[in-house]
């Protein structure tokens, strides 16, 4: 394949504006093999076009959860040359989590995903756009997909460790001491997480 890269790349991408969503959906599962493959050859031939493609897609409520991965898996590979293309992304994620618990939403897995995958591709770059989105990912409470992305975003932006802390602090607080949005005794097993996962931010291991 590496003597016939541009070929191979064209071919998939062809077939990106397809009238089957099948189809289109299985560009967007190849693209992160693309760049993974031949990653500077991606980087300054193909990534601007798929993004574009990938960011159309989160408009695509059937499509957002795969795109919403394929993006993260992407930044993985191009590192810094993803930061372009931050503020549509976060706005997409922003959308997404808005949108949790309707009909059509992204799994918040996928798009918890994408933030750490971000958080370990561009760094602090990402540090401006998160300031608003923390609340946000904190809305519904601790899952282990949110838990694994604030461990990243912990050690990969140290900027944004007081506001994750802060949070991650106020959910097991009880009623007394809880903010009026989060007014209900935690069970024991989720304050025990959260002493995990601060934990696991400042040290590096569990509680």
């Keep these: 394949m590496s003597d016939r890269y541009a070929e191979t790349c064209d071919q998939i991408l062809s077939f990106k504006d397809h009238r089957d969503p099948l189809v289109r959906r299985a560009v ?8 993974s493959f031949n990653t500077p050859a991606f980087t300054s031939q193909y990534l601007h076009k798929t993004m574009v493609f ?3 897609q989160l ?10 991965q394929a993006i993260g ?9 993803m930061a372009p293309y931050l503020d549509p992304i976060l706005a997409s994620v922003k ?5 949790r618990g309707k009909k059509g939403a992204p799994s918040e897995e996928s798009i918890f995903q994408c933030i750490g995958m971000l958080a370990q591709s561009v760094g602090q ?4 756009h998160m ?4 609340d946000l990912m904190f809305a519904y ?3 282990p997909a949110l838990e694994v992305a604030l461990t990243q975003l912990g050690k990969d932006i140290p900027p944004l460790l007081p506001e994750i802390q802060g949070a991650s602090a106020a959910l097991s607080l009880p009623p007394s001491r809880a903010p009026a949005a989060d007014s209900r005794t935690l069970p024991p097993p989720l304050a025990e997480r959260v002493l995990n996962l601060v934990s696991k931010i400042l040290a590096g291991e569990p509680f």
Excluded at 125 to 128: D, E, H, P
Excluded at 131 to 134: A, G
């Design 73 to 81: 898996l992407v930044a993985m590979q191009v590192k810094a040359a």
């Design 28 to 35: 967007v599962e190849l693209i992160p093999t693309l760049a």
């Design 131 to 134: 300031h608003e989105l923390l």
């Design 141 to 143: 409470g601790l899952s």
């Design 95 to 99: 959308e997404g989590l808005l949108q």
């Design 125 to 128: 770059a990402l540090t401006k």
């Design 54 to 56: 990938l960011l159309g």
């Design 59 to 68: 408009k695509n409520n059937r499509d957002r959860t795969t795109s919403f």
